[in-house]
């Protein structure tokens, strides 16, 4: 019981589990940044007693040249000044698109919602 155990019993070194392991961290694709949906983020006015937390899921909704935010089938604010790339892609989804909150302002009059 001596070398001859601890060998047998601890398999191989640790050197040797690690072979190739450099190389495979060298790899391109293993630390690449990829993005799966385009997201944008965007101020929006809240209504008076709105109560939003971070990560409620509103519907967003197209309405002539402003943009109506609903949580269930009840209004809780608009967005006045919506990039027009950005109002073009909601139209395009057939006006209607999921935004989250992302941060509910300090004294909850708006909210940073991200649309997908």
Not at 1 to 12: A, H, L, Y
């Amino acid at each position: 019981m001596g070398v001859d155990f601890i060998r047998e019993q601890s398999g191989k070194p640790w050197r040797k589990r690690w072979d190739k392991g450099l190389d495979r961290l060298k790899l391109p694709g293993l630390f690449d940044v990829q993005f799966s949906n385009r997201q944008r983020t965007i101020t929006a006015d809240l209504q008076c007693g709105t109560q939003l937390k971070a990560g409620d899921q509103l519907i967003v909704q197209s309405n002539g040249n402003t943009v109506i935010i609903c949580s269930g089938q009840q209004q809780v604010g608009t967005i006045a000044s919506i990039p027009a790339d950005m109002h073009a892609a909601i139209a395009d989804c057939g006006g209607i698109a999921l935004g989250t909150v992302e941060r509910v302002g300090l004294f909850g009059n708006n909210a940073e919602v991200s649309i997908r």
